[in-house]
């Protein structure tokens, strides 16, 4: 999925004090950049590594195989993106704030982000990973999380009434995240 062999790489750029130089980009890694507005963009098996995405509109914009690597995303809004082949990998991304409402996320990788306040509401996570990830106030509501391992991560609360949680993955001790809304002890 995420074959790196002649790869076309761009580096070091500033682009919220220029445009992207075309609209459509192929297996491109885009490494330490800045971006403000990838509106309209199509990214077709790119990376990025390192970069600043942090409140970047990405309105209609197509992340077909696109991997994020050490960036920092806070506030995107991932639901204005193309939802045809959408599909994604983070790891070691700071994902803060960020909206996947209504968004196709299913077979998504989430490894060594944080992940605090984001809006997975309405969300299809089915057979999404989450390794070792920080989802403290993260909003599960009427989402798919079928099939999800949440074991590794922490600080999660899923209401399991309102999402689908049908062979998700937790360990007992954070039993007390599905229980939340009911306002009980747990020792």
Same mark, same amino acid.
Do not use: W
């Given at each position: 999925?995420?074959?790196?062999?002649?790869?076309?790489?761009?580096?070091?750029?500033d682009?919220?004090?220029?445009?992207?130089p075309?609209?459509?980009?192929?297996q491109?890694?885009?490494?330490?950049? %800045?971006?403000?507005d !990838?509106s309209? *963009?199509? #990214? $077709?098996d =790119?990376s990025?590594? /390192?970069?600043?995405? &942090?409140?970047?509109v990405?309105?209609?914009?197509?992340l077909f195989d696109v991997e994020f690597?050490d960036?920092?995303?806070?506030?995107?809004?991932?639901?204005?993106?193309k939802d045809?082949?959408?599909s994604?990998?983070f790891?070691?991304?700071?994902?803060?704030?960020?909206n996947?409402?209504?968004?196709k996320?299913?077979?998504?990788a989430?490894?060594h982000?944080?992940?605090n306040?984001?809006?997975? %509401?309405?969300?299809d !996570?089915?057979? *999404?990973? #989450? $390794?070792? =990830?920080?989802?403290? /106030?993260?909003?599960? &509501?009427?989402s798919?999380?079928?099939?999800?391992?949440?074991?590794?991560?922490?600080?999660f609360?899923?209401d399991?009434?309102?999402?689908?949680?049908?062979?998700?993955?937790f360990l007992?001790?954070?039993?007390a995240?599905?229980l939340t809304?009911f306002?009980?002890?747990?020792?």
């Amino acid at each position: 999925m995420y074959n790196r062999r002649n790869v076309e790489l761009i580096s070091n750029i500033d682009f919220t004090n220029q445009y992207l130089p075309r609209d459509s980009f192929e297996q491109v890694e885009f490494s330490n950049c %800045t971006f403000s507005d !990838l509106s309209g *963009s199509d #990214f $077709t098996d =790119c990376s990025f590594v /390192g970069c600043n995405l &942090s409140n970047a509109v990405i309105t209609n914009c197509k992340l077909f195989d696109v991997e994020f690597v050490d960036c920092k995303l806070i506030g995107v809004n991932f639901s204005d993106t193309k939802d045809f082949g959408f599909s994604v990998r983070f790891e070691k991304c700071l994902l803060d704030y960020t909206n996947f409402d209504n968004k196709k996320l299913n077979k998504s990788a989430f490894i060594h982000c944080k992940i605090n306040g984001a809006d997975f %509401t309405q969300a299809d !996570l089915s057979k *999404s990973k #989450f $390794t070792h =990830c920080d989802l403290m /106030g993260a909003v599960f &509501s009427y989402s798919n999380l079928s099939g999800v391992d949440f074991t590794t991560s922490e600080n999660f609360t899923i209401d399991p009434a309102i999402n689908n949680v049908k062979k998700a993955k937790f360990l007992s001790s954070d039993l007390a995240g599905l229980l939340t809304k009911f306002d009980i002890i747990i020792k």
